[in-house]
Nanobody
Framework: QVQLVESGGGLVPAGGSLRLSCAAS????????MGWFRQAPGKEREFLGA????????YYTDSVKGRFTISVDIANNTVYLQMNTLEPEDTAVYYC???????????????WGQGTQVTVSS
């Protein structure tokens, strides 16, 4: 079992930055792929990107490439999502997920955090 806890969300003006954290417990992240997702009201959960923690190789969707950066601190069992140049359209609940395998489909991810709200004001 892997327990995930996100933090770092909040209210930020358009053009601003936030860094989200996802702290894991129960297992070492070195054996997992860690993903970041978001879900806006009335929309499906959207995959944003992921990192293979054993080789620290990130993958990003086109919607966030160049603005968001995923990193991992294995020693602290924590994954980060650095978000820059935020837009009102980025407003959503942000979730981290963990799974032994990489997939862009949220339904196949095994472990989830509780989510953290990010609101970008215009």
């Amino acid at each position: 079992q892997v327990q995930l806890v996100e933090s770092g969300g909040g209210l930020v003006p358009a053009g601003g930055s936030l860094r989200l954290s996802c702290a894991a417990s129960g297992r070492s992240l070195s054996n997992y792929v860690m993903g970041w997702f978001r879900q806006a009201p009335g929309k499906e959960r959207e995959f944003l990107g992921a990192i293979n923690c054993s080789v620290r190789r990130p993958y990003y969707t086109d919607s966030v490439k160049g603005r968001f950066t995923i990193s991992v601190d294995i020693a602290n069992n924590t994954v980060y999502l650095q978000m820059n140049t935020l837009e009102p359209e980025d407003t959503a609940v942000y979730y981290c997920g963990a799974d032994p395998k990489f997939t862009v489909l949220p339904k196949y991810w095994t472990y989830w955090g509780q989510g953290t709200q990010v609101t970008v004001s215009s």
